[in-house]
């Protein structure tokens, strides 16, 4: 399901049930969510009881009250459909989910080591179970022993293995996902009903939808709003009293239904699990609303520098040999230490040898050679082979190494000029040391991504600021900080000063976003404001992370941020649009209302509309077709684009602030012109 | 006469803007000295006593406001009664009424000066300069501390402490421009005397009783403090408390510079002059649309006299005085609803109906720009909404100079907004409908239903001014405007005082290219349309029945 | 109950200076400055006594004095008040039918408008030059002077107060009057 096509509003899959949805949630208990709606389906059911007091007692002028009834009942079901397709979207993508969530046997492990098998739904908390090739994981939890590759093709769409493992920062696995080698030991931890896919499947249906803080004060906006409306269609019949004559009940509901923002009322929960939805196709979790409009508000925004900005592998692009050493022997030499390194530098080493200097790779094997890993206490790997140990590594490490770190000054001054020139490069410098004797330094190039210059000039633009975390050394940094064009770095960073950074940027009123994976990443993911965790991070980071990235891709923080400011520019464009509205409602209805009480009123008529019947239908029948036909902008969200506030405000206030004040004017002429035609009016 | 009108107006209000200038600049440094240590702090602090060193969150502000205002409301309560026994009074005046005496001291402690009554004909010297005066000077200092507390609060610092804000703006704001303009209007001819009224027996005859007084001191400060109360019933209109063109233009700027000047002393307690460039702008606009619309048909001539042989050529002259010229009369009219100050150079009620309608769309929207203090308080509000709107436009959670708006300070906000609409509308409605407004009318028709609206609109926007043909001096009358203008004083000073409370509790963000921009035109166009729609479109179908009705059914 | 007594601490301090300080202020600048007018520009006849305010209107209807304009309180300078009128209403039609022919206005010699139209506190002292031209035919007939004669004095009284920002003259008719009855 990576990156999915939402399903298409008119997909009769969505259709079907969301025209039952429409009549079902005209529930007053579902209605009484949303008080703008609410409203309008009070004033209609008193008009309909109205109509049919009138019906019985034989009144005249029903056909009109009639149609106004219908379309009073149409806008709030047109309303309830919005929500209903949004909905369905939804649940479309959970009903894929559900498959997966099918019913499992858990080994459950007693104390004494033995298993015996159990319904995956009984598990607890805190249980341990056993899982074996084949086998689907019952629930979500950390895995304490054992290394398994794992299928997560249920929850990512990525169908090749992974790794998880005890310890580290793979340790996390989800219910749901099947293990496809050796085994491991899970402890869960989460019951059954409250797992990562449970959460996942009632995310993007909806069900457990919050409003979020941003969406009740609109709706608090909406009520005060609707609340100003009665006021001024509450009093009129007295004002009319006063010039002696009256206003009809259904003409006063139909100017306060059509007065009050019944558009972004009726679209405004749609909205809302529409931008939910979007960031579920983009394959991120959010636990919460919150967290999507918090990352609309972000200000910083942190990002690992090694696959974010830069590809993740460096790649070794030269040999810079010590005075009196030969290229090809520190060539050599690096070679012989990469041989076994299977990392993605280290092959790139292998590579450029045999390449620049024909150097073949050689076999370790028949080398005799024994591979000395890289340890985080040693920071180097290398071989020995024959009494002789060639080793590489972080320069300070390799130098530290040297003889106790005595070095002869010239050569640690002509090993840390090599090794600055290529920091300043922003590559990594690697030195190699073969014997105890220093041959010179590797240089490692990183590659900064493609266009991501672009992508961070943007982001100024909205005023967002990126600092690049890295753990390289502060020239290096610097070097490619200036080179991806982020605005700050944080060089040789622990997850202290990531903390650190975090909570001194909120100090200064900022709003913090970064991504991690491991359970050092927790204490700062939880203090930024959004954190988004990576999937294949461990269990805490999951727990401390606001959001998860199912595809574990850092980049997309820069996405997720779009679709924060494109959820509530949703929301405040087709506020205005709703309440821009209004003018020409006011002049379609005001002098239909009142032109028997003063003809001169006709003046006020300036849409020319026919009759005042035909303009009073034609602005409820308006107000009711908005709704219609704003719902796939609201399930698309408008159009985002990265120019600064002020230029987004220009923007948004043209299109739907103008355009909410014209396009009304031209549609209600439109309909009164075929409803006279018709002869509905 | 267009040339001139138009060469007219922009004098008054162009160069009361540029005058307002560095008077912004002196106020928001008397108001808010730096480091709260102006000269005078001490000795206002010792007069209040140990109530005055106290910084006040914004619940103790509020409730220093509402205690204050008590006591002065009880203190003028009890000088109208006993006014037959306390001195200075020439003209011995008795006993009033008491639902008169409610209305009138809630009139006067509400700064809104509406006046159902006559003060030459009702009130001693005593009463209308110990009581009313008094209170022209001490209501327009409360008004004024508002949005200094206001402006603190957004820049991030303390509220401050009322007691000492309200001696600021009476003492070091109110009390100097009062004597400056005081001692212009004496020079332009204002009486200013404490002997009583005198007889006088006219070229044919007749006796002629002039009431005179203390009117210099009263007028000045009458339109300095946006309060409008007159000396005399038709107030500015009376050729002794406005004498002459000159003194109409002095009184014109006296009525708009404080309320222009508490936009640059907002911005600039806030530290932010682009932003009330911004606001300034908007009122500025509003001011001189309605300034457009009421001279341009108030050039109409009096309806009534089309069809007899009467040269019109100058307009509508009914209810002007001509020492004033055509334009003083319609541009009054706006500038004195554009501020609430209520007081009058020509009487509204017989305006031309389209040109007496502006003077309402001022008070409805009452913002631009507004009673002393106040009218920046509500545009406060409206600056709450569309920053809401526009927030949301670009995708961020609402911010307001950096303050987060949510649920709560949007309910505050359009709750304060909403009351005013709902005691402008549910008021009208009910004398509308019921003999309490039908049975005091002085015009019929349309014209008589914008009487009540106007009664009702200038009591929710504490203005004063009034269609005042109504017989408005009635129990009914007396005591729901008095409500009214209780309720519409006190909910938009304490609902903005609470939003920058709850406000400034929460962590401030940085502005960045990124954040909404309350600097530029986008935002003011912003700003502009959500007064429109949200502020003035509710009274549409109120205005179609008063004045529009009876400008089409009329006019021509 | 500490706020009650800060706020009546203000009250006093306030009245004191605002109220006392201010007005005593006020009124010693207008006594010594503009005597005249701060005692209500009155004017007195050679006997001494108050004859008017140059300020008020006062009442004229014999034909031998110029009219001011018409008054809804009928000068009465203690309760001053305006029409309140609508210029739409029906009774301003009666009132100008009324006063038309009390100046024998024709479509041919129509009367300005300001003799018609009441002001806004029924004192205005003053009437426009038409006003007084037009009014000069009827006094010079009732006082049996040459109209040229009470021209030059209407003219030589017409004031523009307000310069260039104002059209058309003023003339404050008691002062008029005074003058015609001192010819």
């Known amino acids: ?224 709003l609707t609340l100003i409306f009665v006021m001024a269609t509450a009093t009129i019949p007295a004002f009319a009293g006063y010039a002696g004559g009256s206003v009809p009940v259904i003409v006063l509901v139909a100017l306060f239904v059509t007065l009050i923002p019944t558009t972004i009322g009726a679209l405004v929960s749609a909205i809302g699990i529409a931008g939910m939805d979007r960031l579920v196709r983009f394959n991120v979790l959010a636990m919460s609303g919150r967290a999507v409009e918090a990352a609309g508000d972000v200000d910083t925004l942190l990002l690992d520098k090694t696959g974010t900005i830069t590809l993740g592998n460096r790649q070794a692009t030269e040999f810079r040999p010590v005075k009196g050493v030969a290229e090809a022997e520190l060539a050599d030499a690096a070679q012989l230490a990469s041989l076994a390194d299977e990392t993605p530098e280290g092959r790139s080493i292998v590579v450029l040898a045999k390449e620049k200097y024909g150097i073949r790779a050689r076999d370790m094997q028949s080398l005799g050679a024994t591979f000395v890993p890289f340890t985080a206490q040693s920071r180097m790997s290398g071989v020995d082979f024959d009494g002789t140990t060639i080793r590489k590594g972080a320069v300070d490490a390799v130098l530290k190494s040297v003889a106790g770190g005595r070095v002869a000054s010239e050569k640690l001054r002509e090993i840390q000029g090599i090794s600055d020139a290529i920091a300043k490069l922003g590559g990594t410098p690697l030195a190699v040391v073969r014997n105890g004797q220093l041959l010179g330094v590797i240089y490692l190039k990183d590659i900064v991504k493609g266009g ?31 080179e991806a064009g982020v605005d700050d770095f944080l060089a040789e960073a622990t997850p202290e000063m990531k903390l650190d950074l975090i909570r001194r940027e909120q100090a200064k009123g900022k709003l913090v976003a970064m991504c991690g994976d491991g359970t050092n990443d927790a204490p700062a993911l939880a203090q930024a404001d959004v954190g988004v965790a990576m999937n294949t991070g461990t269990v805490a980071a999951r727990e401390a992370g606001n959001m998860v990235d199912l595809d574990s891709d850092p980049t997309k923080l820069i996405e997720i941020v779009g679709i924060g400011k494109q959820l509530l520019m949703t929301r405040g464009s087709l506020t205005t649009f709703s309440i821009a509205n209004d003018v020409a409602k006011y002049f379609a209805i005001v002098p239909a209302m009142f032109v028997a009480l003063y003809p001169g009123l006709d003046s006020l008529n300036i849409m020319g509309l026919a009759t005042p019947q035909s303009a009073i239908l034609s602005a409820i029948i308006f107000n009711a077709l908005i709704i219609i036909a704003l719902i796939p902008l609201s399930l698309k969200g408008v159009a985002y684009k990265a120019i600064g506030a002020n230029a987004l405000l220009r923007r948004n206030l043209l299109i739907y602030g103008l355009g909410g004040l014209v396009v009304p004017f031209i549609g209600i002429k439109l309909i009164d012109v075929i409803i006279t035609t018709l002869g509905l009016a | 006469m267009t040339l001139q009108a138009i060469l007219f107006v922009l004098i008054i209000i162009g160069g009361t803007a540029l005058l307002s200038w560095p008077l912004g ?196 400060i009458k339109q300095l403090g946006t309060n409008g109360g007159g000396f005399f019933g038709p107030n500015s209109t ?310 529009i009705a009876e400008h089409v059914m009329y006019m021509n | 109950m500490t706020s009650l007594l800060a706020s009546l601490r203000l009250t006093v301090a306030t009245m004191a200076i605002c109220v006392v300080g201010y007005s005593a202020a006020v009124w010693a600048f207008a006594q010594a400055v503009t005597p005249e007018t701060a005692n209500g520009s009155l004017i007195t006849n050679a006997e001494g006594q108050v004859i008017g305010s140059s300020q008020i209107a006062q009442g004229f209807s014999q034909p031998g004095y110029f009219w001011p304009r018409p008054s809804a309180v009928d000068y009465n300078a203690a309760g001053a008040a305006g029409s309140n009128k609508s210029p739409t209403s029906e009774d301003l039609k009666t009132r100008g039918a009324e006063i038309v022919e009390a100046y024998g206005a024709t479509a041919e010699n129509p009367l300005p408008a300001d003799l018609v139209a009441m002001s806004g506190a029924g004192l205005d002292p003053h009437i426009s030059e038409a006003g007084a031209l037009y009014q000069v035919a009827r006094v010079a007939e009732a006082r049996g002077l040459q109209p040229a004669i009470l021209e030059n004095l209407v003219r030589s009284h017409s004031e523009a107060p307000g310069g260039f920002l104002m059209s058309g003259k003023i003339v404050n008719v008691l002062e008029l009057n005074l003058a015609l009855d001192a010819l």
């Open chain 1, 1 to 224: 399901m990576s990156q999915s096509k939402p399903a298409s509003m008119f997909d009769a899959r969505i259709m079907g049930p969301a025209l039952r949805g429409a009549f079902t949630k005209l529930h007053p208990r579902l209605l009484a969510k949303n008080p703008v709606m609410f409203v309008v389906a009070v004033v209609s059911a008193l008009c309909t009881v109205l109509f049919v007091k009138d019906l019985v007692t034989g009144a005249e002028g029903l056909g009109f009250s009639f149609q106004i009834i219908l379309w009073l009942w149409f806008t709030l079901l047109f309303a309830n459909f919005a929500e209903a397709v949004a909905e369905g979207r939804g649940k479309a993508q959970a009903e894929s989910l559900r498959k997966t969530r099918t019913e499992t046997t858990a080994k459950l492990l007693d104390a004494s080591g033995n298993w015996r098998s159990v319904p995956g739904e009984s598990l607890k908390v805190g249980d341990v179970v056993l899982v074996e090739p084949g086998d689907i994981i019952p629930s979500d939890g950390e895995v304490i022993e054992g290394v398994a590759s794992v299928n997560e093709a249920a929850i990512t769409g990525e169908s090749a293995p992974v790794i998880r493992e005890s310890g580290g920062d793979r340790s996390a696995v989800t219910g749901g996902t099947q293990v496809l080698s050796d085994w491991i030991k899970v402890r869960i931890s989460a019951a059954a009903g409250s797992t990562f896919i449970d959460r996942m499947i009632s995310l993007v249906e909806g069900a457990e939808r919050q409003k979020t803080p941003n969406e009740i004060a609109l709706n608090v906006m909406l009520a005060g």
């Open chain 1, 452 to 482: 991501i210059r672009e992508r961070f000039a943007e982001l100024r633009q909205m005023g967002i600021r990126t600092v690049m975390i890295t753990g390289d050394n502060p020239m290096t940094a610097a070097a490619i900080a200036a």
């Open chain 2, 25 to 220: 600049r002196y106020m928001a440094g008397v108001m808010d000295p730096k480091g709260g240590k102006g000269t005078m702090t001490g000795l206002f602090q010792a007069i209040v006593g140990p109530l005055g060193r106290e910084e006040q969150g914004w619940k103790a502000y509020v409730f220093a406001i509402l205690a204050f205002n008590i006591v002065i409301f009880t203190v003028v309560y009890l000088i109208q009664t006993f006014q037959g026994a306390l001195p200075f009074n020439p003209d011995g005046m008795g006993a009033v009424n008491p639902d008169l005496m409610f209305n009138t001291a809630a009139s006067f402690t509400t700064n809104t000066n509406l006046q159902h009554y006559s003060g030459e004909a009702t009130y001693s010297y005593f009463t209308q300069l110990g009581g009313l005066m008094w209170l022209q000077f001490v209501t327009p200092a409360v008004g004024l501390a508002a949005p200094t507390a206001m402006a603190r609060a957004l820049s991030g610092r303390a509220l401050g402490n009322f007691w000492v804000d309200l001696q600021r703006a009476t003492f070091l704001v109110l009390l100097p421009l009062s004597l400056v303009f005081a001692a212009l209007l004496v020079i332009g001819g204002l009486p200013m005397t404490f002997e009583g009224s005198v007889v006088a027996t006219t070229l044919e005859g007749v006796q002629q009783t002039i009431a005179r007084g203390p009117v210099a001191a009263f007028v000045t």
């Open chain 2, 238 to 547: 009376h050729p002794l408390e406005n004498v002459s063109f000159y003194t109409n233009m002095i009184q014109m700027v006296a009525i708009i510079i404080v309320p222009m000047a508490c936009v640059w002393m907002f911005a600039r307690i806030v530290g932010r002059i682009k932003h009330g460039f911004v606001i300034f702008a908007v009122m500025l606009c509003f001011v001189l649309i309605k300034t457009a619309g009421s001279v341009g048909f108030e050039t109409a001539p009096t309806q009534a006299f089309n069809d007899l042989p009467i040269a019109q050529d100058v307009g509508n002259l009914e209810g002007k005085e001509l020492r004033f010229g055509a334009t003083g009369g319609p541009l009054w009219a706006v500038l004195t609803t554009a501020t609430s100050n209520g007081s009058v150079g020509a009487m509204h009620d017989s305006l031309n109906p389209l040109a007496g309608m502006m003077p309402m769309v001022g008070m409805w929207l009452n913002e631009s720009f507004g009673g002393v203090g106040v009218g920046m308080i509500n545009m406060f509000l409206y600056i709450v909404v569309a920053v809401f709107v526009a927030g949301m436009m670009i995708g961020r959670t609402p911010e307001y100079l950096g303050w987060r708006i949510e649920a709560r300070e949007v309910k505050l906000a359009l709750f304060a907004l909403l009351a005013h609409g709902a005691f402008i509308l549910l008021g009208t409605a009910i004398f509308a409908a019921t003999p309490w407004g039908a049975e005091t009318l002085n015009n019929s028709g349309p014209h008589g239903f914008s009487e009540i609206l106007y009664e009702f609109t200038s009591a929710a926007a504490n203005n004063g001014s009034g269609f005042e043909g109504l017989g408005d001096n009635t129990v009914p009358w007396n005591i729901t405007t008095g409500l009214v203008m209780i309720f519409s004083r006190f909910i938009p000073i304490i609902l903005p005082l609470a939003i920058v409370g709850f406000m400034s509790q929460k962590r401030r963000a940085t502005e960045s290219s990124g954040t909404l921009s309350v600097e530029g035109g986008v935002f003011a166009t912003m700003l502009a349309v959500t007064v429109i729609v949200v502020g003035a479109l509710t009274f549409f179908p109120a205005a179609t029945l008063g004045p």
